[in-house]
């Protein structure tokens, strides 16, 4: 069965779904779903995801929202082979909850608000960057990636010598951060950062996904 993906592909966590669904190798449709329309509050839309975001899934007769949701599930279901929760070792598996959880908790807060204020603001709503706000979290962002630049001169990736979840969920808002804003120095002046960083976009299934990071699409 041919996964169903609502949302659009510009869409961070619309993007972070994806990188999921191409990790693992399955086949989904990307059903466009227009934000500047408000298509994404009104039925059916609406029936899929109560908040009115995007991206929700439907696999059969199952609809979930929550791009993080998502993805365990479809790894829990589908992507065993993948070992991208690391669900047979207890010990691995706690560490990629923890990452994930810092990824939600500490790193998604000041990165997707930089990415607002330089691409989101001006171009979707017509504002001016607030650079005091700007400042602001980007000094948020550069002790957390100071965090992350201790632990990854340990291991290879954040929970452990192994690809997971946790890596994977920074993909589409670094990916923004870097490319769309004057921050990307955050990254590339740490080495153990930048080396990360360099790895986890260049596999197959995150350059097919971030090659489509646009605003346009």
């Known amino acids: 069965m041919v996964l169903k993906v609502f949302g659009k592909a510009f869409s961070s966590c619309t993007a972070s779904v994806l990188s999921c669904i191409e990790e693992i190798g399955l086949e989904y449709e990307l059903l466009p779903v227009d934000l500047t329309t408000g298509e994404h509050k ?3 839309h ?7 975001q995007i991206p929700a899934l439907q696999d059969g007769d199952l609809i979930l929202f929550e791009s993080r949701v998502i993805n365990r599930y479809l790894v829990r279901k589908y992507g065993k082979g993948t070992d991208l929760l690391r669900e047979e070792s207890l010990v691995d598996s706690v560490a990629v909850d ?4 810092v990824e939600s908790q500490h790193f998604n807060g000041p ?4 990415v607002f204020q330089h691409l989101l603001l001006p171009v979707f709503f017509g504002g001016s960057t607030d650079e005091k706000v700007v400042a602001a979290e980007a000094e948020k962002l550069g002790k957390v990636l100071d965090v992350y ?3 990854l001169s340990k291991t290879k ?5 192994f690809y997971s979840l946790a890596d994977l969920h920074h993909l589409s808002y ?5 490319t769309s804003t004057p921050h990307g120095s955050l990254f590339h002046f740490r080495p153990h950062v930048k080396a990360w960083w360099d ?17 346009s699409s």
């Open 42 to 44: 009104r039925p059916p």
């Open 46 to 52: 609406i029936h899929r995801n109560p908040f009115g």
């Open 98 to 101: 923890q990452w994930m959880e």
């Open 111 to 114: 990165i997707s608000t930089l």
């Open 149 to 151: 630049e201790a632990k």
């Open 157 to 161: 990736f954040l929970a452990g010598d």
């Open 174 to 178: 670094g990916h923004y951060l870097i």
């Open 199 to 215: 790895v986890i976009s260049s596999r197959p299934a995150s350059k097919k996904v971030l090659a489509g990071l646009s605003l």
